[in-house]
């Protein structure tokens, strides 16, 4: 297909875009309470592949307390 490609899209969310999203599941506490609890890091990806929520372990392998 022309246009198919495996690279990273070059399209982006806006900040305000991104911030949304997180607040969406931000706001689903049971939802972020497990996504929370679970050992290992992890991520929500966006559909631009961009960082959208993490779990607190994530944060703290990156040495960051806060979202």
Not at 8 to 27: C, K, T, V
């Amino acid at each position: 297909m022309i246009g198919d490609s495996n690279l990273d899209s070059i399209l982006r969310s806006s900040d305000h875009e991104i911030l949304a999203e997180n607040e969406i599941i931000a706001l689903q506490k049971l939802f972020s309470g497990i996504f929370d609890s679970m050992t290992g890091i992890s991520a929500i990806l966006n559909r631009n592949r961009q960082i959208i929520y993490t779990n607190y372990e994530f944060l703290s392998t990156l040495g960051l307390d806060s979202r």
